[in-house]
């Protein structure tokens, strides 16, 4: 289910992207002369921007997730630590 809402997630930012980069906002001033080779560089450019989001998003989680771990394995080395150090005075 993760990886659908990624790729989800990912379609929605490629689309807000491509509207934002759309030649309509800008009167049609940069439309090639043949509009085939248009459609085929956005269409292009639609399926290299969903695949960077994936792994952008991916790569975004993976990341989280050693920071996560190292947070937790930090944390339960200073209760060890302090568990040590009372029964030392015991």
């Known amino acids: 289910m993760q990886r659908f809402f990624d790729l989800v997630i990912s379609v929605l930012g490629t689309v807000a992207a491509m509207l934002l980069s759309w030649p309509y906002w800008r009167d049609y001033e940069y439309w090639a002369e043949s509009q085939t080779a248009w459609m085929v560089y956005f269409a292009g450019g639609f399926l290299l921007s969903v695949y960077v989001f994936y792994a952008f998003i991916g790569s975004t989680r993976i ?4 920071a996560a771990d190292e947070a937790r394995q930090a944390k339960a080395a200073e209760g060890e630590c302090c568990k040590k150090a009372e029964g ?3």
Request: hydrophobic letters at 45%; a neutral charge.
């Open 63 to 66: 990341l989280f997730g050693h």
């Open 88 to 90: 030392d005075r015991a």
